[in-house]
T-cell receptor, first 114, second 116 residues
């Protein structure tokens, strides 16, 4: 059972364009939604995260949009740069209990062409 | 301000040998998580530990895999009698406190295990 579904699997964007990655979740107990960026051979790096009490969070060129009723959230990368080329993972967890394990999507390989 | 440290970064084992992966959490972090990443796949949760306690091992295979986080020293993920299907990248993450409003998990660089 895949609890977090991520799309697209891969994405090619021109420099300066907007990259959009979508995720949908099933478990309504999830209340923390981070995005991670991973470069080849490296560990995932926390990029930005959101909780369901807000519908949008922006940090620099990165924005998370959250739709609680649809159980969907998305990452928008504005003015995409070649240095943004990486694999992006969405994730979710339930912070209400005592276990904060993350459930990840399968990832999106983003390529930004110069 | 060191981040999460993992060693070794690369580990090669022959079938049947033991693999021992180490993780030192960030300073001030008392929660450790292990995840496994297969090629072209996302990260899968394996086990969640606090000092001297296993909190959740629901993602661990029932046999050959074990984990510990002793009072002193790093967390250890041990894989006994490795098989080719164990080849993967193993990531450790740490977070700060139980009950914190945000479960920010910070990942180490990973250990890439290759089983010949």
């Amino acid at each position: 059972q895949q609890q977090v579904k991520q799309s697209p699997q891969s994405l090619i964007v021109q420099k300066g364009g907007i990259s959009i990655i979508n995720c949908a979740y099933e478990n309504t107990a999830f209340d923390y939604f981070p995005w991670y960026q991973q470069f080849p051979g490296k560990g995932p790096a926390l990029l930005i995260a959101i909780r369901p009490d807000v519908s949008e969070k922006k940090e620099g060129r990165f924005t998370i949009s959250f739709n609680k009723s649809a159980k969907q959230f998305s990452l928008h990368i504005m003015d995409s740069q070649p240095g943004d080329s990486a694999t992006y993972f969405c994730a979710a967890s339930n912070s209400g209990g005592s276990n904060y394990k993350l459930t990840f999507g399968k990832g999106t390989l983003l390529t930004v062409n110069p | 301000n060191a981040g999460v440290m993992q060693n070794p970064r690369h580990l090669v084992r022959r079938r049947g040998q033991e693999a021992r992966l180490r993780c030192s959490p960030m300073k001030g972090h008392s929660h450790v998580y292990w995840y496994r990443q297969l090629p072209e796949e996302g990260l899968k949760f394996m086990v969640y530990l606090q000092k001297e306690n296993i909190i959740d091992e629901s993602g661990m295979p029932k046999e050959r895999f074990s984990a510990e986080f002793p009072k002193e020293g790093p967390s250890i993920l041990r894989i006994q009698q490795v098989v080719r299907g164990d080849s993967a990248a193993y990531f450790c993450a740490s977070s700060r406190l139980a009950g914190s409003s945000y479960n920010e998990q910070f990942f180490g660089p990973g250990t890439r295990l290759t089983v010949l």
